[in-house]
């Protein structure tokens, strides 16, 4: 089953009309053959993986393995590196704390990136207040990190260092062998997050020299409420605080009774990623290539942000000059897009991740992320496309612009 129709086809409750979803990287349709796999583990084999008396519990601690042991493989891990959380933000928040909460040597600074996820900065923020000395480095336009600036930030009273594999808003890969590299030639652990690469970039632990990996269930066709983080054993081994105290799961590392169907789910969502890699990388890039290639014939003033080249396929942050984004998106209901701007109730803030990049007010607040996935078609890139270029005319022209 490559495109399961009712996935494609699926009606959110509040429209009366199908709407195309792009927006990949906000979250991912569960794929039909993990819900398949999800279900008995919902009904007849309900057990807990933690109970050691029956054969209930016997089953599902089975299922739970196998699922650990598909995850480890996806990455290049031994099982036992695999710890269930509840998602990337559970597992980068466990990564810095308890890493930080841990240490009891001198080293307490901690280095990470500007265009990180809040999941990220939020967490490396809070260490100042717990006696870190936190420093962040900037990018440059294409949205790469400054390596230069990484060198001089990081010395030998880093503890950890914490950059991500894939951005989330722009799709830039970020050399991660180099930054590893550069955190061991000064004894730091190095931590990333991967919640946007893990199944769709060829990933190895060992080859890219981390030492703490985050992993995200929902953003490659597995269910929602399941994440990992990959805890290296050997050279070093890495010792964590656990956030969440009560029975001693996973190891020590995350109390909790585990959901077996998401565990279960996690793990061949894992599987059927890495083994159709390449068949969706190369479907993806030809969408992607598709969408740009229409846009940017038929509409000036349209830009790339972020590189054009080392970016995952499927991610195109476009801007749209002399338009809102926001207005933008409000005139295509029937598409599932997002913006390049963060809006809380109060007020309306521009992309940290592109205001990193230097772009000015035109370019930020016209930002669209277009997320392909999957499920995508042709057909729903020619029709968005279309729906596209029309609106961005009839709001050019309302405002005198062309």
């Not at 809040?118 to 390596?147: F, H």
């Not at 970020?174 to 990933?203: N, T």
């Not at 998401?262 to 390449?278: M, N, P, R």
């Amino acid at each position: 089953m490559r495109l399961g129709k009712h996935v494609r086809n699926m009606t959110p409750v509040m429209s009366d009309q199908p709407v195309i979803y792009l927006d990949a990287q906000s979250t991912t349709p569960c794929d039909p053959r993990v819900v398949e796999v999800m279900a008995p583990f919902a009904s007849e084999n309900f057990g807990n993986p933690a109970s050691r008396t029956h054969a209930y519990g016997w089953e599902a601690d089975r299922a739970v393995e196998a699922a650990r042991t598909q995850i480890a493989r996806g990455i290049g891990a031994d099982p036992r590196e695999i710890v269930f959380t509840s998602g990337a933000t559970e597992a980068n928040n466990l990564a810095i704390f308890g890493l930080f909460r841990a240490s009891s040597g001198a080293r307490r600074d901690w280095v990470t990136c500007r265009i990180e996820h809040r999941s990220v900065l939020d967490p490396v923020g809070a260490l100042a207040k717990e006696g870190a000395n936190v420093r962040s480095v900037g990018v440059d336009r294409n949205g790469r990190i400054d390596l230069d600036a990484l060198r001089d930030a990081i010395t030998d009273q880093t503890l950890g260092v914490s950059v991500m594999h894939v951005n989330n808003e722009i799709g830039v890969i970020q050399p991660i062998q180099e930054i590893a590299a550069l955190a061991k030639r000064h004894g730091a652990i190095f931590h990333s997050d991967a919640a946007q690469s893990v199944g769709k970039l060829p990933l190895g632990v060992n080859e890219l020299g981390v030492d703490l990996l985050s992993i995200s269930a929902h953003k490659l066709y597995g269910p929602k409420g399941i994440g990992a983080l990959y805890v290296r054993r050997k050279q070093p081994p890495i010792s964590l605080r656990p956030l969440i105290l009560g029975g001693g799961h996973e190891r020590g590392l995350r109390s909790g009774t585990l959901a077996t169907p998401l565990c279960v789910g996690f793990g061949h969502a894992v599987e059927l990623a890495i083994s159709e890699q390449d068949i969706d990388t190369a479907r993806i890039s030809n969408l992607s290539q598709r969408l740009l290639a229409q846009l940017l014939a038929k509409l000036p003033d349209v830009e790339l942000n972020g590189a054009r080249e080392g970016r995952l396929p499927g991610n195109l942050n476009l801007s749209f000059l002399g338009v809102e984004a926001e207005a933008l998106l409000l005139s295509l209901p029937e598409v599932a897009l997002s913006t390049g701007a963060a809006c809380t109730s109060a007020k309306r803030e521009s992309s940290h991740v592109l205001r990193a990049l230097g772009l000015n007010d035109a370019r930020t607040q016209s930002a669209v992320r277009f997320g392909i996935g999957r499920f995508t078609t042709e057909t729903e890139i020619d029709v968005v496309t279309e729906r596209v270029i029309v609106e961005v005319e009839r709001m050019r022209a309302r405002h005198g612009r062309r």
